[in-house]
Every structure is written in C-alpha cells, then in structure tokens.
C-alpha cells in the first residue's frame, strides 16, 4: 500500500527522483497524468485501469466520461524509472501542477499524488482546518445512499 509523505527536489532537467518506498510499490513502469486540484497522479501500469474506474464502459454520449477521459488520458504519459529511480517530468505536467524546484509526493493507497511543495503546504494548510466539516460530508452521503 502507498501510504506517507516524501519530499524531492527537481533537478534543472526537470528530473525527479520517485522515493525508494513507493518505487518498491509502484515498479519502475509509470504512468503519470494531470490530477486533481493542480496535483499530477503517479500509477503503476497495472493500476492504471482502477484510475479509470466510473468512466470505461459508459456510453459515449455521456459528457462526464468523455471529458474526465480526456483529462486523465490525454494528459498521460508513459515514464520509465531509471536505475536512481529518477524520471523526466514533461513540461506540459510540470507547467500544470505548477512544479518550481520542490515537490512532494503522497502515497494514497493505490496512487501517489506528486505537489509543488508550497502548493502543498497552502492546500495541507485549508485541508487541516476544514476536515471535520469534509468527513461528517462524506458520512452524511453514505448515510443518503443507505436510506434511499
């Protein structure tokens, strides 16, 4: 399981070096895409399939799964790790999560989630305050969908 907090610096090649636990996880095949709230999301190959969950299968004139399609595929890119477990982060992901010269990276169970350290710290800094209001949301709509 993918699970901590690991800060890297990104070198003037835009390369970056995975952490040693995640690579033990992940393997030296990855693929990485555009992620949520200016985050970029690191998978495994295998696990590359599980990210698409809720979008394959549905019929294409549904909007939200043409769309949520192209952010994850369209901005994904196939990266092999080298013997350092470094890799060369493409300008395009680079630019969107708005990586300067440190990064982050959280292990969240299936993926790692890969931040411009500040951006972390600004994002980590609202998510604090806010978490108790955000779980007793998420608890209030499990119990919705158990009484409908």
Same mark, same amino acid.
């Given at each position: 399981?993918?699970?901590?907090?690991?800060?890297?610096?990104?070198?003037?090649?835009?390369r !970056?070096?995975l952490? @040693?636990?995640? +690579?033990?996880?992940?393997?030296?095949k990855?693929?990485?895409?555009?992620?949520?709230?200016?985050s970029?999301i690191?998978v495994?190959?295998e696990n590359? @399939?599980?990210?698409?969950?809720?979008?394959?299968?549905?019929?294409?004139?549904?909007?939200?799964?043409?769309?949520?399609? +192209?952010?994850?595929l369209?901005?994904?890119?196939?990266?092999?790790?080298?013997s350092?477990?470094?890799?060369?982060?493409?300008?395009?992901? +680079?630019?969107f /999560?708005?990586?300067?010269?440190? /990064?982050?990276?959280?292990?969240?169970?299936?993926?790692?989630?890969?931040?411009?350290?500040?951006?972390?710290?600004?994002?980590?800094?609202?998510?604090e305050?806010? !978490?108790?209001? !955000?779980?007793? +949301?998420l608890?209030? @709509?499990?119990?919705?969908k158990?009484?409908?």
């Open positions: 399981m993918l699970i901590g907090q690991y800060e890297a610096k990104v070198g003037a090649k835009s !970056i070096a952490p @040693k636990k995640f +690579r033990e996880v992940l393997g030296d990855l693929i990485i895409t555009l992620g949520y709230e200016n970029l690191i495994s190959e590359w @399939k599980a990210l698409l969950e809720g979008t394959e299968g549905r019929p294409f004139i549904h909007s939200e799964a043409r769309e949520t399609q +192209r952010f994850l369209g901005g994904a890119t196939n990266v092999e790790l080298d350092k477990g470094r890799f060369i982060l493409p300008g395009y992901l +680079r630019e /999560a708005q990586i300067e010269d440190e /990064a982050v990276f959280l292990g969240l169970s299936r993926y790692v989630e890969l931040w411009d350290k500040k951006k972390w710290l600004e994002y980590r800094k609202n998510l305050k806010n !978490i108790d209001s !955000i779980s007793k +949301r608890v209030d @709509k499990e119990l919705d158990k009484n409908k």
